[in-house]
């Protein structure tokens, strides 16, 4: 006989409503551990896709500020904004690691380079 479980899907769903998708902000909530919570998201679609829709509520207030800073003209954002969004534009991080081979040789790596008189 399968145990009967301790919440409703609604109860769950109801605790994670303004969590920020915080597992452990949503267990204090029912009083339950995280280990449950994992458990009600891996095994009720619905819970699963209030979880999902909670999370990416977060990305969303990630991209209002980073959207907010490039109105401001800060450069760094906008500098990271064009080497990760802008690669299809030809822009992004170029990164050297240079050092020592057998005696006497050098490795140099470059990996895909943002010019910076590209900004």
């Not at 829709?53 to 800060?74: F, M, P, T």
């Not at 990271?80 to 006497?104: F, H, N």
Request: aromatic share 4%.
């Amino acid at each position: 006989m399968a145990k009967s479980e301790k919440f409703t899907c609604k109860q769950v769903i109801e605790a994670i409503k303004d969590s920020h998708g915080l597992k452990a902000a949503i267990a204090r909530r029912l009083g339950c551990h995280v280990t449950t919570i994992n458990n009600y998201i891996e095994r009720h679609p619905s819970v699963a896709r209030a979880y999902q829709n909670e999370r990416e509520a977060i990305v969303d207030l990630g991209e209002s500020v980073i959207i907010q800073a490039l109105k401001d003209s800060d450069a760094v954002t906008a500098r990271w904004v064009c080497a990760t969004l802008g690669k299809d534009r030809g822009y992004s991080e170029e990164k050297r690691i240079v050092g020592g081979g057998k005696q006497g040789e050098h490795l140099v790596m470059v990996i895909e380079g943002l010019d910076e008189s590209r900004l």
